[in-house]
């Protein structure tokens, strides 16, 4: 865990790490089929819904299940300035913990439900777009095969959705960035 960033004040967090974005891509990553490792799924299908199908000009959701890898060519035909991965990541923190990792803390030969390791993706979107890209774990409480969504997932998916909308809302619609906050 030691270069994963504490859990908590992740909003805080989070908007330190996109700034001012001009353009946002948002990543759901997961595999719907095995309990919490939907989080990033999940959190994408709510976040289309929340922010009006997911797309304007400087904001675009994809929903990429466990094959994130198959959108970088959508993702660079958008341009972003700011890429976010969302994804169930088992950093050891309470089960629902909402954190930034730093793409260097997950090996590139790390064994996960991807076919290509986050960090080897963020490296080759920020190679090829010229973008930041930020990754956002959800602590996950099952990943077993068939399993539901624990209520501690379900809750940080709304969470994260909710803010995530309210960020785009209020950063990514205007035709320039605001300074605001969201909280």
């Known amino acids: 865990m030691g270069r994963m960033l504490k859990a908590m004040a992740w909003k805080r967090r989070l908007a330190r790490a996109l700034g001012r974005p001009e353009k946002l891509a948002v990543l759901g990553v997961g595999n719907v089929a095995r309990g919490d490792d939907a989080a990033?799924?999940?959190?994408?299908?709510a976040l289309t819904s929340l922010a009006g199908g997911g797309a304007t000009p400087r904001f675009k959701v994809f929903v990429t299940d466990e094959a994130p890898e198959n959108f970088t060519g959508p993702?660079?035909?958008?341009a972003p300035t700011h890429v976010l991965i969302i994804d169930a990541v088992a950093a050891g923190?309470?089960?629902g913990a909402i954190f930034i990792v730093e793409p260097?803390?997950?090996?590139e030969e790390d064994?996960?439900?991807h076919r290509t390791p986050l960090s080897t993706l963020a490296g080759y979107l920020e190679r090829?777009?010229?973008c930041r890209v930020v990754i956002l774990g959800i602590e996950p409480a099952a990943l077993a095969p068939g399993a539901p969504l624990s209520?501690?997932?379900?809750?940080?998916?709304?969470?994260?959705a909710a803010s995530l909308a309210r960020f785009a809302s209020r950063r990514l619609r205007s035709s320039s960035a605001s300074g605001r906050r969201y909280s």
């Open 111 to 113: 064994v996960s439900t």
């Open 128 to 130: 090829t777009v010229g």
């Open 93 to 95: 923190f309470r089960p």
């Open 104 to 107: 260097g803390a997950v090996p």
């Open 151 to 160: 209520p501690a997932a379900r809750r940080a998916i709304e969470r994260v």
């Open 75 to 78: 993702v660079r035909e958008f």
């Open 40 to 45: 990033g799924v999940r959190v994408a299908e």
